[in-house]
């Protein structure tokens, strides 16, 4: 019995905390089913109960939205409400929160039916139009013209237009980027001779929007002076803020006025405003693109000696007016004294200093910046590349070039642009590489660039130069084939290659037949360019014919005649000068006389009577009358 005892009160000791932790297991388990079954019968009621309109209720918005306005207009069923001053003012404000068209309706249809503004008190009918007027602005659709109309019927009440109103108008306009507008109503306004804007905010709006109006300066003539007398206006009521002296800045380097800018930095210093970099690197700008660099670098150093704001961007401004006025010493002296202040020199700081090297054909010191860049850890790009490779063209450098393409590809991971392939083109065909020329082109072409009217023309005057008659002729139906329309300079280039493959009969063709067909209308030089072809290859009788064909399109001018008939005189082709200058009198074109008499005078030493006789009738027929004693004896009775 105690053994059994023992062994039931152990059983119970090990087995009673587990049936413990079990009962509350299922006890937890049993009230979660039940919660999970309770849950979904009551989203299954909520589905299927109709909702009381007694318990559920719309937001105001969405009923305002919804409300059929048709049921508002009991004016247009009892039109004598729209007299009513009080009820119009009412309506038309509750309609401007969400039914601009709707308010803009009603007042027109009340001040047709009787309501006049003048009936309202001041403070009233200002508030009314500044709900009416600011509402109009804020519509996603806004019309000028219907702010003008409000003003005009503001004005004409004879409460006018207040500052507070006018103000609020170019302040909602400058923030919805109504800018034009803006300064139209301000131009309405100035219409009345007794508006006056004394608000300091109105002048800052509306300096700011003709600053933003990039198209001011074509619109208006006096621009400018409208600028100028915004920021007159605006110190007028009181001091100019940072933003302010900063926009009219802007306004003043845009129009070029580099003295403007001066004027405005000292002005700042006066009022003790702050002046920050960028102000005065739009000084700077507006100096060097002015050619006042002398008078950008006095203000540099006039700045470092104050505040010391020069950045990177002041350094290189400066340096490019020094580069662009072939001064180069003052340039890397500055670029020297960059370095000496701590900047660290960009990209753009290496592409001035190369290019400025580059153009005053200081080669060896170009690469010298070239190979401090690369020191510099200086990132390469597609500029940098481009002007180094313009460098070694221009030194005739062209394996260098050829190099320099190679490693923009493969080194720097940098694709070549059009201008690129221009340049190597055009040293490649000057240099009679015409293979390589192509081979750049086919390139091009592999990177999705259209060679433009340039390309074309540099590998045509390549095969002009080699006498690649074939190849010249089919890059110019690829010219025409992919839609580069062809120049003056194209039609020279071919010219000139039909000339040297002695193919002047084409050369004729093309000036006379596939200019037209191109809608190309030929300049006077291809013609006098053709002519003294045809007299270099002595073909007198075609040049003859070209330059009859010459008054087709217009009378070749007296210089025009002159070159030709020098040109025939030096290779002895007196006869041709006689057709020509019988030509051009008769059809009323102008030679001087001494031109003339340039051909008479060898014809009379080698005793061409005939050529004299018909130069001396030409000469009468424009009007000349030379002593011509001297030639009596060739002449006969014609003397």
Known sequence: MDISSSITSSFWELVGPVSLELVCGLIFFASWFVGIIGGRKQRINVKNEKPSTETVQKPARQIRSKMNWSQERVWEEDPSVLSDAPWVVHKVTKLCNHQVNEALRLYRAARENGFKLQDLPATECHN???????????????????????????????????????????????????YNEAVNIFDFMCEDSTFLLTD?????????CSLEIKTLSVQEINAYDKCQMFFTNLKACGSPSAKDFSNMMKITSLYGDWRGCLSLMNEMRKADVAIDSMQYNTSFAACVAAGQVDEARALLDAAESVDCVADVITYNTIMKGYAKSGRISECFDLFNRMREKGLSSSQVTYGILLDCCINENQLD??????????????????????????GFTRAGKLEQAMNMYTSMKTKYGITPDIITFSILIKANCDSSCLEKALSLLEDMVILGLKPDEVVFNNLMAGCARNGNLELGKQLYEDMVKSGVRPSCATYSILIRLFHHCKVLDEAVKLLTEETKRQGFHPEPRLFLQLIQSCIRERQGNRAVQVYKTFFDYTTPCASTSSDIISKCVKLNMLETCTEIIAIAAEKGARIDARDILSVIEPAAKKSKSQVVRGCVASMKAMGHNPDLQKYADLLGDDA
């Not at 804020?138 to 207040?162: A, F, I, M, P």
């Open 365 to 390: 010191r170009a690469m010298q910046v070239f190979d401090e860049m690369i020191l510099a850890g200086c990132q390469m790009n597609i500029v940098l590349c481009t002007t180094v490779i313009k």
């Open 128 to 178: 009314f139009f500044m709900a009416l007027v600011t509402a109009t602005i804020r519509e996603q659709n806004y019309k000028v013209k219907d702010t003008l109309e409000l003003l005009s019927d503001l004005r004409k009440s004879g409460h006018g237009v207040n500052n507070s109103l006018f103000v609020s108008i170019v302040k909602l306009c400058t923030s919805r980027q109504l």
């Open 200 to 208: 300091k905010a109105g002048w800052s709006c509306l300096l700011f």
